[in-house]
T-cell receptor
Framework: DTAVSQTPKYLVTQMGNDKSIKCEQN?????MYWYKQDSKKFLKIMFS???????INETVPNRFSPKSPDKAHLNLHINSLELGDSAVYFC????????????????FGEGSRLTVL | QKEVEQNSGPLSVPEGAIASLNCTYS??????FFWYRQYSGKSPELIMS????GDKEDGRFTAQLNKASQYVSLLIRDSQPSDSATYLC????????FGKGTRLHILP
């Protein structure tokens, strides 16, 4: 029974297109995240939601728009895709918000590999 | 800009030896520290967390924290080929910040 699941696992698309990635967690966690891992394997936070409320919004182009319909789901929509958007996007969840106990215990999905041609 | 620094490696260690992975962080106020392991093509998984100065042991893994030196390390005893992976140091600083990871290669 998958704890954090993302779809799709692979995305290949042309520049300028719009795409979405969906994430669901069944761990009962309050906080969900989107991370981007580039070709050099650097894992960088993009967004964080706590119980549907946006709490972290890093310096990310506004072409990226997260949405959390409920605390178990966090989606990522990307408009006007660019070559530099090619990366693996990881969804993650944690029991609480940053700063509280055990909040660094992130549970990651399998990742969605986006290739922009 | 808060940073977490790691040597990218690769770090090559003979099977059965001790692998030592190091990490430094910039924010002196950080309180929580983590080590994640990521196999090639897979997602990161938490292997150790440490919150207070000193050593914390879990099986073959020992995490060491020195807040005065802003330094955290991970020791892997009796290294196995299955330990070959990228190890990511992470610091909880209002958000979880990751280092760029150290690639570890255990030589059979």
């Amino acid at each position: 029974d998958t704890a954090v699941s993302q779809t799709p696992k692979y995305l290949v698309t042309q520049m300028g297109n719009d795409k979405s990635i969906k994430c669901e967690q069944n761990l009962g966690h309050d906080t969900m995240y989107w991370y981007k891992q580039d070709s050099k394997k650097f894992l960088k936070i993009m967004f964080s939601y706590n119980n549907k409320e946006l709490i972290i919004n890093e310096t990310v182009p506004n072409r990226f728009s997260p949405k959390s319909p409920d605390k178990a789901h966090l989606n990522l929509h990307i408009n006007s895709l660019e070559l530099g958007d090619s990366a693996v996007y990881f969804c993650a969840s944690s029991p609480g918000t940053s700063g509280a106990a055990n909040t660094g215990e992130l549970f990651f999905g399998e990742g969605s590999r986006l290739t922009v041609l | 800009q808060k940073e977490v620094e790691q040597n990218s490696g690769p770090l090559s260690v003979p099977e059965g030896a001790i692998a030592s992975l190091n990490c430094t962080y910039s924010d002196r106020g950080s309180q929580s520290f983590f080590w994640y392991r990521q196999y090639s093509g897979k997602s990161p998984e938490l292997i150790m967390s440490i919150y207070s100065n000193g050593d914390k042991e879990d099986g073959r893994f020992t995490a060491q924290l020195n807040k005065a030196s802003q330094y955290v390390s991970l020791l892997i005893r009796d290294s196995q080929p299955s330990d070959s992976a990228t190890y990511l140091c992470a610091v909880d600083d209002d958000k979880i910040i990751f280092g760029k990871g150290t690639r570890l290669h255990i030589l059979p």
